[in-house]
């Protein structure tokens, strides 16, 4: 128990001087210097440093160090509460216990130059190349979903195939399983927009149609992200409702 209180105070400590003493994009003290700063021991501080990754308040930066992370502003008297909602049931799996037949349109796996917003998290490649796998799921034969997965030709000298992702209906999760890669935490961004020509035409909708798109980022460890994946919704096909529920004692 004291373990735990200690842990989160420090986390809390942690939070304290990033706040008053750096800004987004600076690179954090070493471990060795925050423990000593804080009067605790490296593996305090790592689990601290630990936590607030978790939390998205900091980066790391495979290789360099980590580094207080760069968010969108939010009024102030919105603030962000972290919860872990683990276990988390894919949407795949969602559709079919509900009894829906789940299966894949279109498929498509191409080595391609990533785009701006995907370059910037993966590790850099050497001729700028990354997978790009496209993936149209459809429920009960309509276009609800299309996917497209960005992933590293190779992490740690050891070749990606990305190819079982069009094969069958599979999740990244369990195929990073099978590289013997885990997992360690999974971010994501969800916002409007407007649907561009060539997402309209795939998922048959109207040009610029309102619709969600979701920007994940699966990292592996220090901030190495073995897969950056853009999700752009049908809203003909799916919505999403967020319930909040009281858990009784």
Same mark, same amino acid.
Request: net charge neutral.
């Given at each position: 128990?004291?373990?735990?209180?200690?842990?989160?105070?420090?986390? @809390?400590?942690?939070?304290?001087?990033?706040?008053?003493?750096?800004?987004?994009?600076?690179?954090?003290? *070493? +471990?060795?210097?925050?423990?000593?700063?804080? #009067?605790?021991?490296?593996?305090?501080?790592?689990?601290?440093? +630990? @936590?607030?990754?978790?939390?998205?308040?900091? +980066?790391?930066?495979?290789?360099?160090?980590?580094?207080?992370?760069?968010?969108?502003?939010?009024?102030?008297?919105?603030?962000?509460?972290?919860?872990?909602?683990?276990?988390?049931?894919?949407?795949?799996?969602?559709?079919? @216990?509900?009894?829906?037949?789940?299966?894949?349109?279109?498929?498509?796996?191409?080595?391609?130059?990533?785009?701006?917003?995907?370059?910037?998290?993966?590790?850099?490649?050497?001729?700028?190349?990354?997978?790009?796998?496209?993936?149209?799921?459809?429920?009960?034969?309509?276009?609800?979903?299309?996917?497209?997965?960005?992933?590293?030709? #190779?992490?740690?000298?050891?070749?990606?195939?990305?190819?079982?992702?069009?094969? *069958?209906?599979?999740?990244?999760?369990?195929?990073?399983?099978?590289?013997?890669?885990?997992? +360690?935490?999974?971010?994501?961004?969800?916002?409007?927009?407007?649907?561009?020509?060539?997402?309209?035409?795939?998922?048959?909708?109207?040009?610029?149609?309102?619709?969600?798109?979701?920007?994940?980022?699966?990292?592996?460890?220090?901030?190495?992200?073995?897969?950056?994946?853009?999700?752009?919704?049908?809203?003909?096909?799916?919505?999403?409702?967020?319930?909040?529920? @009281?858990?009784?004692?």
């Amino acid at each position: 128990m004291q373990e735990t209180h200690l842990s989160a105070r420090t986390c @809390q400590e942690l939070r304290s001087h990033i706040d008053q003493h750096l800004k987004p994009g600076d690179r954090l003290p *070493s +471990e060795k210097d925050l423990a000593t700063l804080l #009067s605790v021991s490296r593996t305090t501080v790592r689990a601290a440093l +630990e @936590q607030l990754w978790l939390e998205g308040k900091v +980066e790391r930066r495979w290789g360099a160090g980590t580094f207080v992370r760069k968010s969108a502003e939010l009024p102030q008297h919105i603030d962000q509460v972290f919860v872990d909602v683990q276990p988390i049931d894919t949407v795949f799996g969602t559709f079919v @216990q509900r009894g829906h037949q789940v299966s894949y349109l279109e498929t498509a796996c191409e080595k391609t130059t990533p785009p701006p917003v995907v370059r910037q998290l993966l590790p850099p490649a050497t001729d700028g190349k990354c997978w790009r796998t496209t993936r149209v799921i459809g429920v009960d034969g309509a276009p609800a979903m299309l996917v497209y997965d960005h992933i590293p030709l #190779s992490i740690d000298g050891v070749d990606l195939d990305p190819s079982p992702l069009i094969e *069958s209906v599979t999740t990244l999760t369990k195929l990073t399983d099978e590289w013997g890669i885990r997992i +360690e935490r999974n971010d994501a961004t969800v916002e409007a927009i407007c649907a561009p020509l060539a997402v309209a035409e795939t998922l048959g909708i109207k040009l610029r149609t309102p619709i969600l798109r979701s920007t994940q980022t699966a990292e592996v460890r220090d901030g190495l992200a073995v897969a950056v994946t853009l999700i752009y919704q049908n809203p003909a096909v799916m919505s999403a409702r967020v319930v909040r529920a @009281q858990r009784s004692n």
